[in-house]
Every structure is written in structure tokens, then in C-alpha cells.
């Protein structure tokens, strides 16, 4: 199983930045999937989860209303739409795959990308 996230970058407060994540090995339509994040010094934090069909999503608070997560399954892709970017939003953002319904929590999740990061200046 292989998740290869990618689409970060540097941009100012209150740009976009849209992430994606490209799964192979898997039969992707069988498990949620989430996005988390991690800034240097602190915990790997959740950021949203998509069902496995897509039906249903939820996301962290300070995300709500700037962030849209969305997946295709005919393309085994997961994507994160940020716009009106923070500098609190700065991390390591990484996609994971779970099977059996979605979780907030890392340890639900069997498969990790790598990370991609995002720096968003003040």
C-alpha cells in the first residue's frame, strides 16, 4: 500500500494551497480517509476525514468553512482544498487510510503518506 501526498508549498496568509493524495495497493473505495497535520514541536493533530464513499465529512474546528475535503474513487485520489490560509495552519500535512469507518484519532488509521508540507507566512 502506498499513499504519496503532494501539493504543499509556501504561501502568504490568506491564500490557497490544494493538497493531494494518490493511493495505490488498496482497494480504495473500502476505507475513510483523513488528512492530519503536524507542527514542528507538537502532536500530530487531526484535520478532516471523508467516508468511504464520500457521503459524509467532518473536520476540526479551525478548519470549518476554509478547508474541503473531497475524494474520487474511479482515481483512488484524495484531495484537501485550504484557502484563506493561516500561519497556524503551517505543517507537515499527511493523508491516511482506514478501514472500518473513520476515526479522529491517528491510531485508527493502518496506512500514512509521507507528508507534505505547507508554510504559510504572516
Known amino acids: 500500500v502506498q499513499l504519496q501526498a503532494y501539493g504543499g508549498g509556501l504561501v502568504q496568509a490568506g491564500g490557497s494551497l490544494r493538497l493531494s493524495c494518490a493511493a495505490s495497493?488498496?482497494?480504495?473505495?473500502?476505507?475513510?480517509m483523513g488528512w492530519f497535520r503536524q507542527a514542528p514541536g507538537k502532536e500530530r493533530e487531526f484535520v478532516a476525514r471523508i467516508s468511504a464513499l464520500g457521503s459524509f465529512t467532518y473536520y476540526l474546528d479551525p478548519v470549518k468553512g476554509r478547508f474541503t475535503i473531497s475524494r474520487d474513487n474511479a482515481k483512488n485520489t484524495l484531495d484537501l482544498q485550504m484557502n484563506t490560509l493561516k500561519p497556524e495552519d503551517t505543517a507537515v500535512y499527511h493523508c491516511?487510510?482506514?478501514?472500518?469507518?473513520?476515526?479522529?484519532?491517528?491510531?485508527?488509521?493502518?496506512?500514512w503518506g509521507q507528508g507534505t508540507q505547507v508554510t504559510v507566512s504572516s
Open positions: 491516511a487510510a482506514k478501514p472500518g469507518g473513520g476515526s479522529n484519532y491517528p491510531d485508527g488509521y493502518n496506512y
Open positions: 495497493g488498496l482497494t480504495f473505495s473500502n476505507y475513510d
